[in-house]
């Protein structure tokens, strides 16, 4: 996804290494994809529509409301 | 330290690598401090990037060469940012790893040189579709375990 989109960034993170990442990010199983830092997240080695969905999902997309709050 | 890869693998590696099409930058970043598989990532990716003429490796030091690390988007040790290789330039994809790639990341590695050398990611239309309209960043983060 990062190759077709100078917006998006993808990190992979071995958590044994990084133990403080993956305790704020309360990584339990992998692999664990967090989306923006806590806005989303998926666990497993799931689908690439899976995957997407929780992406937009995250970004806001498509549950748009303006009554939040 | 003894080579991580078998002669087997690395034959294996260098069919694969048969594939690559364009050339790409593995751009390193270990430390000297508190970095536990700094040295084996380096050795790790020494071994991987000398199989094929598409394939170079920058080495810096996280501390050292701040500034590199900076501009390469690198934040931990051992990171390192696989990058196209155009001419003379780097061109960052965004595809960064940190920590060192066993077990699956090994082949995730693989795979992503592989990909970056193509600049294709094989991903489905409808995907594109939905990257390239993109107006926000997406920072996705992979946490795995070596096994």
């Known amino acids: 996804m990062a190759l077709e989109s100078p917006l998006v960034e993808a990190d992979m993170v071995e958590a044994m290494e990084f133990p403080e990442l ?5 990584v339990s199983g992998v692999p664990h994809t967090d989306i923006n830092d806590g806005e989303g997240n998926v666990v497993g080695a799931v689908p690439e529509d899976y995957l997407l969905e929780e992406i937009k999902r995250a970004m806001g997309e498509p549950f748009i409301t303006n009554d939040e709050g | 330290m003894p080579e991580f890869l078998s002669d087997p693998i690395k034959k294996q590696l260098q069919e694969a690598f048969l594939n690559l099409q364009n050339p790409v930058e593995i751009v390193f970043f270990g430390s000297e401090k508190n970095c536990d598989y700094c040295t084996e990532t380096k050795q790790l990716l020494e071994e991987v990037t000398v199989l094929s003429d598409h394939l170079g490796l920058t080495v810096y030091d996280l501390e050292k060469n701040s500034i590199e690390a900076k501009q390469y988007k690198i934040d931990k040790a051992p990171g ?14 965004g595809i960064r790893f940190y920590g060192i790639p066993s077990g699956h990341e090994f ?11 193509g600049r294709d990611a094989h991903l489905d239309p409808m995907t594109v579709s939905y990257l390239k309209g993109l107006t926000k960043p997406i920072h996705l983060q992979v ?4 096994t």
């Open chain 2, 143 to 146: 946490f795995t375990t070596p």
């Open chain 2, 80 to 93: 390192f940012n696989i990058m196209a290789k155009v001419g003379l330039d780097l061109v960052d994809y």
């Open chain 2, 107 to 117: 082949t995730s590695l693989i795979n992503d040189l592989v990909l970056v050398s």
């Open chain 1, 22 to 26: 993956a305790n704020r990010y309360q």
